[in-house]
């Protein structure tokens, strides 16, 4: 069955404190696994789409890569801003254009 | 990329009652998805609204708890019937996602059953 889990379930940094949020996989076929980060009362924005291992895409203080098994979303020096809670996502290739989401990593920064 | 605007926003509804949210789509798009969130749960979808034919129902999703419009290419309604607190949720609507790319979604309806 096609699976995805994030870990943790919820991370507290302080303001300038690195980390990594993982996203491990099981799929029967990866077609691309996508980054979201969701607000509280909104819906999720897109951030990053990685289609092959070894894969890796930046925007700001964020860094996602890919591996065959997992995926990392690295947060260099968070702000306070960067809280909220992001999602991972998978399209398998079983045909169908289903994507399926992991239960997120809530990120909480303080200044 | 594409806009999507969601409404209501939230609603508070009597058991046994219906509500329908309504999903606009800033350009025409092949296939929308309507999805349900509950806290801190991940993101299930319901089904995938295709225009000019029945939506397609994933495993537990049926329509006649959840019928399903799309009359054109940038609009789509989804109806949760008949509810019941159990759907008490955040209700989702997405377009694009499809030919691994990225998927744009409207900010939600918080639907609390009393």
């Known amino acids: 069955e096609d699976q995805v889990t994030q870990s943790p379930e919820a991370l507290r940094l302080q303001e300038g404190e690195s980390s990594s949020l993982n996203c491990s996989y099981t799929v029967s076929g990866l077609r691309g696994l996508f980054w979201y980060r969701q607000d509280p009362g909104k819906g999720p924005e897109f951030l990053f789409t990685?289609?092959?291992a070894g894969e890796e895409k930046e925007k700001e203080r964020l860094k996602a890569t890919l591996t065959k098994k997992e995926s990392f979303l690295h947060i260099t020096a968070p702000k306070p801003e960067d809280s909220a809670t992001y999602l991972c996502a998978v399209h398998p290739n079983t045909g169908g254009f289903k994507t399926i989401f992991g239960a997120g990593t809530r990120l909480f920064v303080k200044a | 990329s594409a806009v999507i605007s969601q409404k209501p926003s939230r609603d508070i509804c009597q058991r046994g009652t219906s509500l329908t949210i309504q999903c606009q789509v800033d350009s025409q798009v092949t296939m929308m998805f309507w999805y349900r969130q509950q806290p801190g749960q991940s993101l299930t979808l319901i089904a995938t609204?295709?225009?000019?034919?029945?939506?397609?129902?994933e495993s537990g999703f049926v329509i006649d708890k959840f019928p399903i419009s799309r009359p054109n290419l940038t609009f789509s309604t989804l109806t949760v019937s008949n509810m019941s607190p159990e759907d008490s949720s955040i209700y989702l609507c997405s377009a694009g996602g499809t030919m691994n790319t990225e998927a744009f979604f409207g900010q939600g309806t918080r639907l609390t059953v009393v």
């Open positions: 990685l289609y092959s």
């Open positions: 609204a295709n225009q000019g034919s029945e939506a397609t129902y």
